[in-house]
Nanobody
């Protein structure tokens, strides 16, 4: 059974960095694309970043461009989200997602992903 395990969340002061990791595992699973979404209390889950694991092409939400970076380690089937210059409005549960099938561009919508992690809390204090 395919599993996504997130780590790296926590409490951080505004302006400080944090790095999230997501490792995909499963007997035959190899993600074609992986992404990060987040959900703040009372809000819908929203796209943050995604990456094509082979090509390395990435996509970022406008709200995090210039502050967040997504990267991957294919040997470990792992994706990272480096979050710099964090703001209180970045506070949310961050979810990792994986897609097994081909997609021309890094997927940005919930429906394009096959598997989801349990989420990790990121809290940014002012």
């Amino acid at each position: 059974q395919e599993q996504l395990v997130e780590s790296g969340g926590g409490l951080v002061q505004a302006g400080h960095p944090l790095r999230l990791s997501c490792a995909a595992s499963g007997r035959t699973f190899s993600a074609y694309a992986m992404g990060w979404f987040r959900q703040a209390p009372g809000k819908e889950r929203e796209f943050v970043a995604s990456i094509i694991m082979t090509a390395g092409s990435a996509s970022l939400a406008d709200s995090v461009k210039g502050r967040f970076t997504i990267s991957r380690d294919n040997a470990k089937n792992t994706v990272y989200l480096q979050m710099n210059s964090l703001k209180p409005e970045d506070t949310a549960v961050y979810y990792c997602a994986a897609r097994g099938g081909y997609k021309w561009m890094p997927p940005r919508t919930i429906s394009e992903y096959d598997y989801w992690g349990q989420g990790t809390q990121v809290t940014v204090s002012s």
